[in-house]
């Protein structure tokens, strides 16, 4: 059997980084993002490049698909030049260099010097530029000047180095305020469509099918608290068939400060693989889209600890009698 390294929980750890958080955030400024790897991540990035092509409606994707020009460009100016090439020519009226560009790396080691030079390249001349790579890079630590985002996956094996890539590009479809399609049969409607209500102006779609349920108190008994760092205890009451039941028309985020990145490990694990393993061993997982340390965009709120705000004079009276 393969090792996946526990690749799921990899991928939540990895979206709630800073680091990605950032990327996000370039993502949404830029309107062209040109996509370059080698072997099998060159696979990951046109297949990538193209998904998010079709699926996104406010940004546009491009990889170096042509057979011709890369073995063209190899035999003349050499395999290390092979996507620099490719891009000075997509930069031949200045689309690149216009404020509104990414380049975007996919490499598992992280070393490929033909996408080291384009990192470069790009960050020379005020490209936004980042890396998605399996390890930490060490030829980008010659170059410390570059503005490069790295998005480390620190996984061992190629092959979870490209799932975990091509996750990546598919919560991009997300992040821009799109939805990757789900597969139906015409004689088979499948789920209903997961809209709750109108989204609100300058939000994200994710608002309308999102609920967010609290995971202590609400799922996970936690009866003795804290206690050893463990998670101990079991399943509240009817938790699993609601949660089974609302997974149906919603996409499930559990929100837990056991998640925060800062907690201490517990028997080698961090907060969050402890709590999908958790969801895992309960019968959860598969109705559980993400775990989170933060507040997550939702339509409704589900938690042992909340109070429903209407206004101030109510709220202060509510907190002055609970402290009396």
Same mark, same amino acid.
């Given at each position: 059997m393969i090792?996946?390294e526990n690749?799921e929980?990899?991928?939540h750890?990895?979206i709630?980084?800073?680091?990605?958080?950032?990327?996000?955030?370039d993502l949404?400024?830029?309107?062209?993002?040109?996509v370059? !790897? $080698?072997?099998?991540?060159?696979a990951i990035a +046109?297949?990538?490049?193209?998904? $998010?092509?079709?699926?996104?409606?406010?940004?546009?994707?491009f990889?170096l698909?042509?057979q011709?020009f890369? +073995?063209?460009?190899?035999?003349?100016?050499?395999y290390?030049?092979v996507?620099?090439s490719?891009?000075?020519r997509m930069?031949?009226?200045?689309d690149? /260099? $216009?404020?509104r560009?990414?380049i975007?790396?996919?490499?598992s080691?992280?070393?490929?010097e033909?996408?080291?030079?384009?990192?470069?390249?790009?960050?020379d001349?005020?490209?936004?530029t980042a890396?998605i +790579?399996?390890r930490a890079?060490?030829?980008?630590?010659?170059?410390? *000047?570059l503005n490069?985002?790295?998005?480390?996956?620190?996984?061992?094996?190629?092959h979870n180095a %490209?799932?975990? #890539?091509l996750?990546?590009?598919?919560?991009?479809?997300?992040?821009?305020?799109n939805?990757?399609?789900?597969i139906?049969?015409?004689?088979?409607?499948?789920?209903?469509?997961?809209t709750?209500?109108?989204i609100?102006?300058?939000s994200?779609?994710?608002? +309308?099918?999102?609920?967010g349920?609290?995971?202590?108190?609400?799922?996970?008994?936690?009866?003795?608290?804290?206690y050893?760092g463990?998670i101990?205890?079991?399943?509240v009451?009817?938790?699993?068939e609601a949660?089974?039941e609302?997974?149906?028309?919603?996409?499930?985020?559990?929100?837990?400060a056991?998640a925060k990145?800062?907690?201490?490990?517990?028997n !080698?694990?961090?907060g969050? %693989?402890l709590?999908?393993?958790?969801?895992? $061993?309960?019968? /959860? !997982? %598969?109705y559980? #889209?993400?775990?989170t340390?933060?507040?997550?965009?939702?339509?409704?709120?589900?938690d042992?600890k909340?109070?429903?705000? %209407? *206004?101030w004079?109510?709220?202060?009276?509510?907190?002055?009698?609970e402290s009396e």
């Amino acid at each position: 059997m393969i090792e996946t390294e526990n690749i799921e929980s990899k991928f939540h750890s990895l979206i709630n980084k800073k680091v990605w958080n950032d990327f996000c955030e370039d993502l949404k400024e830029v309107d062209d993002v040109y996509v370059i !790897g $080698n072997g099998g991540s060159w696979a990951i990035a +046109t297949h990538g490049a193209n998904d $998010n092509f079709k699926m996104t409606s406010n940004k546009r994707f491009f990889s170096l698909d042509s057979q011709s020009f890369i +073995t063209a460009a190899a035999n003349d100016w050499g395999y290390d030049n092979v996507f620099l090439s490719w891009l000075e020519r997509m930069n031949k009226n200045g689309d690149i /260099f $216009n404020g509104r560009s990414m380049i975007l790396g996919v490499s598992s080691s992280g070393n490929s010097e033909n996408i080291a030079k384009c990192l470069k390249w790009g960050s020379d001349n005020k490209v936004k530029t980042a890396l998605i +790579t399996g390890r930490a890079s060490e030829k980008l630590k010659s170059h410390p *000047n570059l503005n490069t985002r790295e998005v480390v996956l620190d996984v061992d094996y190629y092959h979870n180095a %490209e799932i975990l #890539s091509l996750w990546l590009f598919y919560e991009m479809v997300h992040v821009v305020g799109n939805e990757c399609p789900e597969i139906r049969r015409k004689d088979q409607p499948g789920k209903k469509k997961q809209t709750t209500k109108k989204i609100r102006k300058h939000s994200y779609p994710d608002e +309308t099918v999102n609920i967010g349920i609290d995971f202590d108190g609400v799922i996970h008994r936690c009866s003795k608290g804290f206690y050893d760092g463990t998670i101990y205890d079991s399943p509240v009451d009817g938790s699993l068939e609601a949660v089974k039941e609302i997974s149906k028309k919603h996409n499930i985020v559990v929100y837990t400060a056991k998640a925060k990145p800062d907690r201490p490990l517990v028997n !080698g694990k961090t907060g969050q %693989e402890l709590v999908w393993e958790w969801l895992e $061993n309960n019968g /959860f !997982g %598969e109705y559980v #889209s993400e775990v989170t340390s933060e507040k997550p965009r939702a339509a409704f709120y589900i938690d042992d600890k909340a109070y429903r705000f %209407e *206004n101030w004079k109510d709220t202060m009276d509510f907190l002055s009698k609970e402290s009396e």
